[in-house]
């Protein structure tokens, strides 16, 4: 007997996807999946669901990580057919390895960038600015910037910045960024906060969601290399700035950083296209 999903017609489960992505997973599955035999060698009955149908709900599977009865409910919206849970776990065991590099493929590298932030000295001693910043490492540009007392935590600034954070995004960032709220909030924005778990308790370990969080940065540990790349925007401001800053408002102070990083960034394109330096 086929399997028949509880689901609502009314409202499909699809529309929570990207459809353009179930588009590509379905153009993937007819180009790329493996081809059917011409001739079977074997009697017996021919399969009930083609190939590319199942190979498309493998790649599914693959790009979100669901699992095999999550995706059994959402074949009828995107393959038009309702194969068991058991019928796609066969043929993920077929088509695993192509599946898994279809997803690789579809879902392409994603922008890495850098949350950080460093010290601005004052003239005035005893007071200092903070200077919070999203640095791309592949366009090698500062995406924004914001300069804050000194006093200000950096997940204070990360939250004026999140905004700025394009979608499909992997934000590398220190230990000062750990924390499940500002995760959930970056994920609201379709990207991930890769910041590095701080130590637990002595003699503790973790539990709950910070372990789950751990074993996500351990598997994407290679991507977190990047991170200290992003210190090229630190020693680009400091040289810049040469000196401590004068303003008496930090109004003024944020106004005069988000125009130097724009001047920055002006210069870093002119010298990958033209190889001048416009000496802002």
């Known amino acids: 007997r086929p399997h028949r999903p509880m689901h609502n017609h009314n409202n499909p489960p699809m529309e929570i996807y990207d459809r353009n992505t179930i588009k590509a997973i379905i153009d993937a599955a007819l180009r790329l999946a493996p081809r059917e035999r011409a001739e079977r060698n074997r009697r017996g009955r021919p399969p009930k669901y083609k190939l ?18 999550r995706t059994a409910e959402l074949a009828p919206f995107i393959v ?5 849970p058991a019928t796609i776990h066969r043929a993920w065991i077929r088509l695993k390895n192509w599946a898994m590099e279809a997803a690789a493929k579809i879902a392409g590298s994603p922008d890495l960038l850098v949350a950080d932030s460093t010290g601005i000295p004052h003239r005035r001693k005893g007071r200092h600015f903070k200077v919070h ?15 804050t ?34 995760v959930e909030e970056t994920l609201e ?10 130590r637990p308790s002595r003699r503790g370990r973790r539990r709950g969601w910070a372990a789950k969080y751990e074993r996500v940065f351990e598997a994407l540990r290679h991507l977190y290399r990047h991170r200290g790349e992003g ?5 680009r401001l400091k040289a810049r700035l040469r000196r401590s800053l004068r303003y008496a408002l930090i109004e003024s102070a944020d106004a005069f950083v988000k125009w130097l990083s724009l001047a920055m960034n002006i210069e870093r394109v002119a010298i990958g296209k033209t190889g001048v330096c416009l000496g802002i």
């Open 52 to 69: 590319w149908q199942l190979a498309a709900l493998c790649a599914l599977k693959a790009l979100l990580n669901l699992t095999f009865k």
């Open 231 to 235: 210190e090229r925007f630190c020693s």
């Open 189 to 198: 924005r379709n990207a991930l906060l890769l910041a590095r778990p701080r």
């Open 80 to 84: 038009g057919a309702s194969p068991s």
């Open 149 to 182: 007392p000194g006093s200000t935590a950096d997940i204070q600034g990360y939250r004026a910045l999140l905004k700025f954070v394009p979608e499909r995004s992997a934000v590398l960032a220190d230990s000062a960024y750990f924390g499940r709220g500002i």
């Open 133 to 147: 910043f999203l640095y791309d490492i592949r366009s090698d540009i500062v995406l924004a910037a914001t300069a």
